[in-house]
């Protein structure tokens, strides 16, 4: 039997239509392109925020918590040069988080957003104070949770590559399932009500008893659900 002919057979065999496999191949793609941008972005604040610092503290904000509350770091000239230093900032910017998470709803920024002194930052917070207060009830009980498929394809033909690509990662409907039982979808990211957190997590193990290999991961601030003023 041919390469074409085997190609066809698997085709026929999982009735697969061809252009569920064209649109999941281009929500991969973007998703792997915001990524990109989500990592570039990070790159170029690091480097501003570097370029700010010129020899003087800033304040830096995490978030913010309920009744506009803003949660801050300080970060010192250097910190973004020393690797131990930018790794313990990284990891209590998100421990502010997670913990203003546990308390009540949040609006996460980016690592990196700051203001020259706590008089900036207090002024800036006055002035969008409604829109911030509007989007913490926006997001109250909710939670952001990352689902991404592994799993590697062994080096084969094109027929028994796609095999098991269908059999895998490349099956339509993950995304589409998963956004039904969430509040709004960005890439891989599920932004979920804590009253449908048992129907995200049934959800999620129907897909992996149907042989999906899925890294899961959450609850996170909604990073990428937070509409910034």
Aim: charged share 30%.
């Amino acid at each position: 039997m041919s390469s074409h002919e085997e190609l066809a057979r698997i085709l026929a065999e999982r009735e697969l239509d061809v252009g569920d496999l064209i649109r999941q191949a281009e929500g991969d793609a973007r998703a792997e392109v915001a990524e990109t941008l989500r990592r570039l972005f990070s790159e170029d604040l690091l480097r501003r925020v570097g370029e700010k610092l010129g020899g003087r503290p800033l304040v830096a904000l995490a978030g913010v918590a309920d009744r506009v509350r803003p949660l801050v770091l300080e970060l010192q000239p250097g910190d973004l040069e020393n690797e131990s230093r930018l790794e313990r900032l990284v990891r209590a910017h998100n421990e502010l988080l997670l913990a203003a998470l546990e308390e009540g709803a949040v609006v996460p920024f980016r690592f990196g957003t700051t203001f020259p002194d706590r008089e900036a930052l207090e002024a800036w917070l006055e002035l969008h104070h409604a829109a911030l207060a509007a989007e913490l009830d926006r997001l109250r009980g909710n939670a952001e949770w990352s689902v991404e498929t592994v799993g590697s394809v062994p080096e084969v033909d094109a027929a028994q590559y796609l095999g098991a690509r269908l059999a895998t990662t490349a099956r339509p409907g993950l995304r589409e399932r998963l956004a039904a039982a969430s509040e709004d979808v960005a890439g891989n990211a599920y932004l979920v009500a804590t009253a449908r957190q048992d129907e995200f997590a049934a959800a999620v193990s129907d897909l992996e008893a149907e042989g999906y290999e899925l890294r899961v991961t959450g609850p996170w601030p909604p990073y990428s659900f937070a509409r910034l003023p």
